[in-house]
C-alpha cells in the first residue's frame, strides 16, 4: 500500500515537472518566434506560462526537498560563519519587495520631490543590505567599518555641495526650451 502511495506521488510530480517544462517551452517558444512584436499579447502569454511553470513546479521541488534529492536552501545552516542560507534567502527576499517597490512608483502619480525622495530612501536601505550581509560587512572589525563610513560621508557631503549647480543648470534649460505649449501655439 504504501509502496504503491509513492510511485501515485513521484508520478503526479512527474507529470507536473513536464508540465513546468513544457510551459517554459511554450514561453521560450514565444519570445524566440514573435519577440514582442505583437506587444502586450505576447508579453500576456509569456507571463502565463511563466506563471504556470512556477506553480507547476512548485509540488515537484518541494517532492525532491523532502526526499533528500535537493538542498533546501532556506533551511538554517549553522556550520556557515556569515549567516545561513535562510537569513541569505530573507535578504534576498526583501531586496526583490523593496525594488517591486520601486517598481510600482513608476506607476503611481506622485509629486516628482516625493517620488525621488522615496526612490532614494529604499535605495539607501538596498544598499545597507546588500553592504552588511552580501558584502559580509555586517561580520566586519569595527576598525574596518571605521575606515569606510567617513568616506561614505565625505562622498554625500560632495553631493550636498554640487546640488545647487545642478538645480541652476536645470533651471536654466527650463527657461531657454519653449513648452509643448508653447510650441504649439508658435505654429498656429
Known amino acids: 500500500m504504501e ?7 513521484a508520478l503526479l510530480n512527474m507529470v507536473q515537472a513536464l508540465l513546468a517544462g513544457g510551459s517554459l517551452v511554450v514561453a521560450v517558444w514565444a519570445v524566440a518566434t514573435d519577440g514582442f512584436k505583437s506587444g502586450t499579447d505576447t508579453l500576456f502569454l509569456v507571463m502565463v506560462c511563466l506563471l504556470l ?3 507547476f513546479s512548485i509540488g515537484p521541488m518541494m517532492w525532491a526537498t523532502q526526499q533528500g534529492l ?8 549553522q556550520s556557515e560563519a556569515h549567516g545561513g542560507n535562510r537569513e541569505n534567502a530573507v535578504i534576498w527576499i526583501a531586496l526583490l519587495v ?21 526612490l532614494m530612501g529604499l ?17 566586519e ?6 575606515t569606510i ?7 554625500l557631503c560632495l ?26 501655439a508658435a505654429e498656429k
Request: zero cysteines; proline letters at 4%; charged letters at 15%.
Open 3 to 9: 509502496q504503491t502511495k509513492n510511485k501515485e506521488i
Open 53 to 55: 511553470a512556477l506553480v
Open 70 to 77: 535537493i538542498a533546501n536552501p532556506l533551511a538554517a545552516d
Open 98 to 118: 523593496l525594488t517591486g517597490i520601486e517598481v510600482l512608483l513608476a506607476y503611481v502619480h506622485l509629486n516628482i520631490t516625493l517620488m525621488l525622495i522615496i
Open 123 to 139: 535605495s539607501i536601505i538596498k544598499a545597507v543590505l546588500i553592504v552588511a550581509y552580501f558584502m559580509h560587512m555586517k561580520f
Open 141 to 146: 572589525k569595527m576598525s574596518f567599518i571605521l
Open 149 to 155: 563610513v567617513p568616506i561614505l560621508v565625505v562622498l
Open 159 to 184: 553631493f550636498v555641495v554640487f546640488f545647487p549647480d545642478g538645480m541652476r543648470v536645470k533651471n536654466l534649460r527650463s527657461t531657454q526650451v519653449p513648452s509643448l505649449e508653447e510650441q504649439q
